[in-house]
C-alpha cells in the first residue's frame, strides 16, 4: 500500500494510471475464432489499464464476459412472487423477453443513458442466457457437473457460465425506481399478456400493470412441432424434445444417458449440432439417428456438394442419417417410438428430438395492434427496428428492413446481439438503422466448422472457391486450444491422407477425389453478392462484411475470393 | 493451375497457392470515416469515447457503470503530463464500488485471467517503464484531496 495525500490506495489503483504505450488488443471472446469482432484491432487503453480491464471484459459477440476464473455459481432461477408487490408501476425501458437481444439492448441503453432504468419482464425462470453452447459447448464438456452448473470451457481453456452475467449484476424489480445510478432489473416467470399502445403500458399475467416509456418487444420464438407428433398422443409427446431452453437442455441430457435410441428430426443449424452432440457422446453405447427431408445436413443453407460433404462429416461423428425422410406417423408401440415415413421406411426408437423450426412468438400484435410479417413471421418493423412510436422489436421475433439486403427475419445468435443492440441505441436516440452486418457459424465437430453472413439461401447460385486443406485448417486448429477437446485421429484419416499425398503430383486436380477443405462460398442475387460463407476459413469476416456491404457487382469472383487469402492461415 | 466447373447453378472453382498470388484486382469502395451508421471502435471520430463499445463489455452498463465511466472520461480527457493524475479520485470511487461487486469485478493484479496467447500482439509484460518508485515523485503534486 502507498500513502499518496493521505489516500491509501492500492498499486493496483495506481498501476491504472501510469500508461506505457497503446497496444493493440485482439479481442478474442468466447467463440474464437468466431467472434465478429476478433479481427477487428482495438486500440484500447494504455496497457495497464488495460491490464485490470483484461479481468473483466471482453467482446460483445457473446455479450459475454469470459474471465471469470472459477465457473460462476448457477444463477438459481428466481422465484417469481404470486403477488403484484415486486412489480415496479413504471418502467423507464421495458423489454419484453429475457434473451439474448433483451440483454444485448439493457446493455446499450444503460452505455447509452447514464442512470438509466430498464426492467426485464421474462417468461422463464432463468436469468438472460445465451443458447448456442446448449447445442454445442456444455455437450463437450468434461465436468459431470456441467449440466448443473452451466458453465463450460471456452477455446482458451476459461470457464465461464452460460448466463451472461450473475446475479449481482442485476438490481432487483422493487428497488429499480430508487437505485441511485439506475441498472438493469429482471422480473423472471412473468408474461406480458396484452399491450396498450395508447396508454403506453402493458399487463402481465398476474394482473399486474407497468407504464413505460419506450419499450422492446423481445420475445423470441418457440420450437416448431410436427404436425405429426402434435396428433400423436401423450405417449408420443412424453418422449419428444422440443429443444430450445435451458431446461430442454437439462431433460434432454439426462435422457441421452437413460435411452438407447434417440432420434433427431430435422437437417438445419440445431438438428445436425445435436446429431453431433449426441453421436460424440453416445457413439460405443447408442444409436442417434437424424432424418430429414433434404438430401443432406444443411441442406438448404450450403450448396448440393458441401451439404453432401457435411452430412458425410456428421456421419463420422457417429450419426446414422436417413436423407429425403418425410415423417408420415409417429406412434408408440411396445414401449418404443416408431417412426413410419412416407416412402415407408419404418424407425424404431426411444427418443424424438423436433428441430424443425422456430415460430416467433407475436402474441401481443393483437392487442397492440402492431403488423405481422406474412411472409417471414415476426412482428414487422421498419429499417431502426421500429414497430410504432416508443416501441421497437429486436432478435428473432422482428421482421426488419435490411437496406442492403431487403426485408428480412434472422434467427441467429449475432443478429440478436446486434438488433439487440441497435434497438437499445435508437430507444436512447441513435435513430440507426439495420447497417452492421450480422454474422452466424457453426461447428459440427472438430472437421468442419464454417462461419457466414448475409442471405445464406442454397436456392441462389452460389460461386465457391476452394483450396487445398492442410490439416491446419479445422476449427480445432484454428483455436488455440480447442475446448472441446482433441479428437483423436481414426485409422481410416490416417489412411486418407497418405493417400492424397500420393496422387498430390503435377496431374491436374480432377483426378483428386474432390476435398473442399477450406474456401469460400458466394451467394449471388442479380450478380450481386449478397452471403458469403467461411468455410474452415477463419478470422475473416470483417473482409465479408465489406463485400456484403459495398453490394457492387464483381466480374470475376476469383479475383474477389483472393481477398480472403485462403491458403494462409 | 486452377479449374472450374458446374454442378447445376452452382459453381466451383479449385485455386492453388500459385493462383492466388496475384493481388486483387477486385474493387472496393473505400469507407467513409465519417459514417454516421458505422459501428466504430472504443473512440469515436470526433474524439468521444463510445461507450457502446462491445470491448468494453459490460463496464459501462453494469452496477459501476456510472464510476467506470467517470473515471475513463477523465483519464482520456486528462491533459496532464502524466495522463490520469488528475484522476486518482475517480479512480478510488471505482474501484470502491467494484470491491462491492466481487463476482463482477473479480479483483486480480496478476494477468492471469487475460485472454490467453494469441489474443495480445505484445507480450504482456505489462512493468511499468515508469517504475513504481518514480510514480510517488510525479505524482507529489498537490492533487485533489
Known amino acids: ?569 | 493451375m486452377s479449374y472450374c466447373k458446374q454442378e447445376g447453378k452452382d459453381r466451383i472453382i479449385f485455386v492453388t497457392k500459385e493462383d492466388h498470388e496475384a493481388p486483387s484486382n477486385a474493387e472496393l469502395i473505400e469507407d467513409d470515416p465519417n459514417d454516421p451508421y458505422e459501428d466504430h471502435g472504443l473512440i469515436l471520430p470526433n474524439g468521444d469515447i463510445n461507450w457502446n463499445c462491445p470491448c468494453l463489455g459490460g463496464m459501462a452498463s453494469g452496477p459501476c457503470g456510472q464510476q467506470f465511466k467517470d473515471a475513463f472520461s477523465c483519464f482520456h480527457y486528462s491533459k496532464e503530463e502524466v495522463k490520469g493524475s488528475d484522476c486518482v479520485e475517480n479512480f478510488r470511487s471505482m474501484q470502491e464500488c467494484m470491491q462491492k461487486y466481487p463476482e463482477l469485478y473479480p479483483q486480480e493484479d496478476d494477468n492471469d485471467s487475460a485472454p490467453s496467447g494469441g489474443a495480445d500482439n505484445a507480450p504482456s509484460d505489462s512493468v511499468p517503464t515508469s517504475s513504481p518508485e518514480s510514480t510517488p515523485a510525479t505524482t507529489e503534486n498537490p492533487a485533489a484531496s
Open chain 1, 1 to 569: 500500500m502507498l500513502n499518496f495525500n493521505g489516500y491509501k490506495l492500492s498499486w493496483s489503483v495506481l498501476g491504472w494510471l501510469f500508461p506505457l504505450s497503446l497496444k493493440f488488443i485482439h479481442f478474442s471472446c468466447l467463440y474464437k475464432p468466431h467472434c465478429p469482432l476478433f479481427s477487428r484491432p482495438y486500440i484500447l487503453f494504455n496497457s495497464m489499464f488495460f491490464s485490470f480491464l483484461s479481468v473483466v471484459v471482453l467482446c460483445d459477440c457473446c455479450n459475454a464476459n469470459a474471465a471469470v476464473s472459477e465457473p460462476a455459481p448457477a444463477a438459481e432461477p428466481v422465484e417469481s412472487t404470486a403477488a403484484h408487490s415486486d412489480v415496479p408501476e413504471h418502467a423507464p425501458y421495458l423489454l419484453i423477453g429475457g434473451g439474448t437481444a433483451s440483454f444485448a439492448a439493457a446493455r446499450s441503453i444503460r452505455a447509452r443513458d447514464p442512470g438509466a432504468r430498464v426492467l426485464i419482464v421474462t417468461e422463464e425462470s432463468e436469468l438472460p442466457y445465451m443458447r448456442p453452447p446448449l447445442s454445442k459447448e456444455l455437450w463437450f464438456s468434461d465436468d459431470p457437473k456441467a449440466t448443473e452448473t452451466l458453465s463450460f470451457k471456452q477455446w482458451n481453456g476459461k470457464e465461464r457460465s452460460i448466463y451472461f452475467q450473475p446475479p449481482s449484476f442485476y438490481v432487483s424489480p422493487t428497488d429499480l425506481a430508487k437505485v441511485e445510478n439506475g441498472g438493469v432489473a429482471v422480473l423472471t416467470g412473468r408474461k406480458v399478456v396484452h399491450m396498450d399502445v395508447r396508454e403506453n403500458k402493458v399487463k402481465l399475467s398476474d394482473g399486474a400493470e407497468i407504464s413505460y416509456e419506450k419499450c422492446l418487444i423481445a420475445t423470441g420464438g418457440v420450437p416448431r412441432n410436427l404436425q405429426v407428433i402434435d396428433r400423436a398422443g401423450e405417449e408420443v409427446m412424453k418422449r419428444t424434445t422440443l429443444f430450445r431452453k435451458i431446461e430442454d437442455f437439462r431433460s434432454l441430457e439426462k435422457i441421452s444417458r437413460e435411452v438407447k435410441s434417440i432420434t433427431i428430426i430435422g437437417g438445419g443449424f440445431l438438428g445436425s449440432e445435436l446429431a453431433c452432440a449426441l453421436g460424440r457422446r453416445c457413439k460405443s453405447k447408442h444409436s442417434v439417428i437424424q432424418m430429414f427431408p433434404e438430401k443432406g445436413n444443411m441442406g438448404k443453407v450450403l450448396p448440393e456438394y458441401l451439404s453432401n460433404w457435411t452430412t458425410e462429416k456428421v456421419r463420422k461423428e457417429g450419426v446414422n442419417i436417413i436423407m429425403d425422410a418425410v415423417v408420415k406417423n409417429v406412434s408408440y408401440k411396445n414401449d418404443k417410438l416408431e417412426i413410419k415415413l412416407k416412402d415407408g421406411r419404418l424407425i424404431e426408437t426411444d427418443h424424438v428430438v423436433a428441430a424443425v423450426g422456430l415460430e416467433p412468438s407475436v402474441e401481443l400484435a393483437k392487442s397492440a395492434g402492431l403488423e405481422v410479417d406474412s411472409d417471414f413471421g415476426g412482428y414487422r418493423v421498419n429499417a431502426e427496428l421500429q414497430a410504432r412510436s416508443n416501441i421497437w422489436v429486436a432478435g428473432d421475433a422482428a421482421c426488419f428492413y435490411d437496406i442492403k439486403l431487403g426485408r428480412r427475419r434472422v434467427e441467429h445468435h449475432d443478429h440478436a446481439v446486434v438488433s439487440g443492440r441497435l434497438a437499445g441505441e435508437n430507444m436512447t436516440g441513435a435513430s440507426k438503422p439495420y447497417w452492421h452486418q450480422s454474422m452466424f457459424w457453426s461447428d459440427l465437430g472438430p472437421d468442419v466448422g464454417y462461419e457466414a453472413i448475409g442471405i445464406v439461401d442454397s436456392s441462389l447460385p452460389t460461386v465457391g472457391v476452394f483450396a487445398k486443406a492442410t490439416a491446419k485448417d479445422t476449427p480445432k486448429a484454428a483455436t488455440e486450444q480447442s475446448g472441446t477437446g482433441i479428437r483423436s485421429e481414426s485409422e481410416t484419416e490416417a489412411v486418407a491422407v497418405t493417400l492424397k499425398a500420393e496422387t498430390t503430383a503435377p496431374p491436374p486436380p480432377v483426378q483428386q477425389k474432390e476435398d473442399y477443405g477450406k474456401g469460400v462460398v458466394f451467394y449471388l442475387r442479380d450478380n450481386v453478392v449478397v452471403g458469403i460463407v467461411l468455410w474452415n476459413v477463419f478470422n475473416r469476416m470483417p473482409i465479408a462484411r465489406k463485400i456484403i456491404k459495398d453490394g457492387e457487382q464483381h466480374a470475376d469472383l476469383n479475383e474477389v475470393a483472393k481477398l480472403f487469402n485462403i491458403h494462409e492461415d
